[in-house]
């Protein structure tokens, strides 16, 4: 429940970047992890990993927390992260500027990017400029996986890429879609 609390504080105080009223669930986390191909190499980013329960969903299907890097923009989430998966490497930054807040780590290569950033709460705009660095940052053929509970995808497909929904999760606060997207 405290997590619960917490999420609903950083909702208060800062909606456009928390963007729910609680946590990911336990069906959209392991709706989301479940898209991480599970046999490929290479490091996974994370983008608003919140209080971790995404992570967590990854870690619990296997995935070896040091290749994980997780971004998140809240300092204290940031650190509830790294407390709670100490071998996840956790980044305090924003995700809207992906090449100073990765610094020296991994910049490219990434073999899936799961988001539980709040995409619709920013303009189309800055949607449209994270997805382009997002797919520039992917193996060929490696997904980015982003939830919303929207009906549709929260950034429509560019050319050459496909998005599609992989999971509704009816039992989550609220209802959620998995979206994963993908360079054709």
Do not use: C
Not at 7 to 32: D, E, Q
Not at 33 to 61: C, F, K, S, W, Y
Not at 162 to 172: D, E, P, S, W
Request: charged content about 20%; aromatic content about 8%.
């Amino acid at each position: 429940m405290s997590d619960t609390l917490r999420f609903l504080g950083r909702l208060i105080a800062r909606p456009v970047y928390t963007g729910a009223v609680a946590p990911s669930g336990p069906g959209l986390s392991r709706a989301m992890a479940a898209q991480v191909p599970p046999n490929a190499d290479g490091p996974i980013l994370e983008l608003g990993p919140g209080t971790g329960v995404v992570t967590a969903a990854m870690l619990a299907r296997g995935i070896a927390a040091d290749r994980i890097t997780a971004v998140e923009y809240d300092r204290d989430f940031a650190a509830m992260v790294a407390t709670r998966y100490p071998d996840v490497h956790v980044i305090n930054g924003d995700a809207f500027d992906l090449e100073k807040t990765l610094g020296d780590g991994p910049k490219t290569g990434f073999a899936a990017i799961l988001s539980s950033m709040p995409l619709v709460n920013f303009p189309m705009a800055l949607r449209q400029k994270l997805l382009a660095d997002i797919l520039e940052r992917l193996r060929p053929g490696a997904p980015f996986i982003q939830f919303s509970y929207r009906l549709r995808a929260p950034v429509p497909p560019p050319a050459g890429v496909t998005v599609t929904q992989a999971a509704f999760i009816l039992l989550n606060v609220p209802p959620a879609r998995v979206w994963v997207y993908r360079r054709r």
